[in-house]
């Protein structure tokens, strides 16, 4: 599977913080995934403002300083995040590769093809990223916090407990980017450091037998665990007064470091260099416990010390299975989750589900007298059943006039309000009374200004009335009755309700789930006029 590390940079960049992960499952979920054309289809699907075309090279310098764009390689055409640096370019692929080009390097190999977004100007959806920032700064007060308690603590000889210390932070810091790999979690810059050169796979090394402990225990995992009790207990105690302890583990840690090389080597065959930088940093604490010497003779304060060790490590271990095997848990949804979606988004599908729901008196429908937003001759027409009482209806009306106003040319919306207008006790009657009204007096923009206020704008009932309210005709109370007349009729008793080619939309999709289909329809349509 690709990592997007392309789009994840490309996003973040123009600080889409919040949708990354949506884009890219429903970007893996599309139809015609992998293409411009699906990534294209999802940033409309989130109303991300974008401008896809096919440019000339005279143009590229009015180009922002960085775009996506297609590039031919030996391997095929491949979608890249593309940055200009002066005359030259700098591209980055799926895998996270990064490739510094010339002009004329990048113009032999670039098809013309650019997709250009604007930068998000929403404050408050970039909160994701404040929350990732907020955490790492975190970290980091609590990493400069915990190494002047070291400090403190260890006044007289400071030197070599702070970096002891530093070292089980260090280990703590890349035991963290192993877990993430092995969970799939993949970074660009870590994705290089993995990957530098044919001997060295990290992946390959965390998927081999040799990284199994028990069971589903990874040598990642103990590794973690122990690092973080590790890092606490040298901020919590004298250095002096824990050699001995220090001593045990640096000897305990001898076999599992030869071990890893052994199975890196002999074994895999592969280097892991994440693994490599754990050793590493288990030699130099070994090392600065070695200039007092070795002394492993342990009186009854040592034993309770490393018995309150050996028992918070243990439980770290437990606690971290645990919460390991939620997040595995909760991949596999997205995995199902990414099937299901890309099983239901292709065209045949949806076709044959929507075919096989529930068909409707189309005849009598399209006799009804109903608000139509659009061009009468469009081949397309979706009727919307939505009642103004309904708080479910607010989206779909939105998503459909999104919808629209992205295929105007070729979709019609057809307004059917299930609604009885004879019924005097529901205050929110006068809002459809008075829609049906405008439109047929011919006030067409009025219509659709009063009715984006209310599931747009979602104003009060009394901010609406008092900008909306006048007298109703009654036209247009009767033809709202015929309309709630039908919708009995045809047994459709809830809202809202998406009537498409005379059935009803299928439960498994949303409104805005037919901007995957869109051009189907509208093929087929075309060709049948």
């Known amino acids: 599977m690709t990592d997007f590390f392309y789009l994840k940079k490309y996003l973040h960049e123009h600080k889409y913080y919040h949708l990354e992960d949506k884009i890219i499952l429903e970007l893996q979920s599309h139809p015609d995934y992998p293409s411009l054309i699906a990534i294209v289809d999802v940033l409309h699907f989130y109303d991300i403002e974008n401008v896809a075309a096919r440019i000339d090279e005279s143009e590229l310098i009015n180009l922002p300083q960085t775009f996506l764009s297609v590039f031919c390689t030996h391997t095929g055409s491949e979608i890249v995040y593309t940055k200009k640096r002066g005359l030259d370019f700098e591209i980055q692929f799926a895998n996270g590769f990064v490739q510094k080009l010339s002009r004329a390097e990048y113009l032999s190999g670039w098809n013309g093809m650019i997709v250009a977004i604007e930068e998000n100007e929403n404050k408050k959806n970039r909160q994701g990223n404040m929350v990732s920032k907020n955490a790492v700064l975190f970290l980091l007060g609590f990493c400069v916090v915990g190494l002047f308690q070291v400090y403190l603590t260890n006044f007289s000889n400071p030197g070599e407990s702070l970096f002891y210390t530093l070292c089980s932070l260090v280990g703590v810091i890349i035991c963290l980017f192993l877990v993430r790999e092995d969970l799939g979690f993949h970074d660009a810059t870590i994705s290089r450091i993995c990957y530098a050169s044919k001997r060295t796979s990290c992946s390959e090394v965390l ?138 988004r292709k065209y045949a599908v949806f076709k044959a589900l929507a075919d096989a729901d529930t068909s409707v ?152 789930e037919l901007n995957f289909f869109i051009d189907n329809l509208i093929k087929e349509k075309t060709l049948v006029f």
């Not at 840690?253 to 260099?273: A, D, E, G, M, R």
């Not at 130099?284 to 342990?298: E, P, T, Y």
């Not at 949804?333 to 990414?338: A, C, W």
């Not at 009482?389 to 299930?418: P, Q």
């Open 361 to 512: 008196n189309e005849t009598a429908l399209e006799k009804l007298d109903t608000i139509v937003i659009g061009h009468d001759n469009a081949p397309i027409a979706l009727n919307a059943v939505l009642s103004a009482s309904c708080m479910h209806c607010h989206k779909v009306y939105e998503n459909l006039m999104k919808l629209w106003s992205k295929n105007s040319e070729h979709l019609k919306m057809k307004l059917v309000f299930n609604i009885n207008a004879e019924n005097l006790n529901n205050p929110y009657n006068i809002i459809y009374k008075q829609a049906m009204s405008l439109y047929l007096s011919g006030e067409y923009d009025k219509v659709v200004a009063l009715l984006n206020d209310w599931h747009v704008k979602r104003m009060s009932l009394e901010n609406w009335k008092s900008k909306w309210e006048f007298g109703q005709t009654e036209t247009g109370i009767e033809t709202i009755q015929q309309q709630y007349n039908w919708c009995l009729e045809n047994k459709i008793l809830h809202t809202p309700a998406i009537i498409l080619n005379g059935k009803l939309l299928p439960k498994e999709y949303e409104v805005q």
């Open 207 to 344: 998927s081999s037998n040799g990284a199994k402990i028990l069971g589903n225990l990874k040598l990642s995992d103990v590794s973690l665990a122990y690092f973080s009790v590790l890092t606490f207990f040298s901020i919590c105690t004298v250095f002096q007064n824990s050699l001995v302890i220090y001593n045990w583990l640096a000897l305990l840690s001898i076999p599992i470091l030869l071990y890893s090389v052994f199975t890196q080597y002999f074994i895999v065959k592969k280097w892991c260099i994440l693994c490599l930088g754990i050793v590493i940093t288990l030699m130099l604490q070994i090392v600065v416990v070695s200039i007092h010497g070795f002394n492993f003779i342990l009186n009854v304060s040592d034993i309770k010390k490393i018995s309150l060790f050996l028992f918070v490590f243990a439980l770290m271990n437990f606690v971290w299975i645990k919460i390991k095997s939620l997040i595995k848990s909760d991949l596999s949804n997205k995995n199902i989750e990414l099937k299901y979606n890309q099983l239901k």
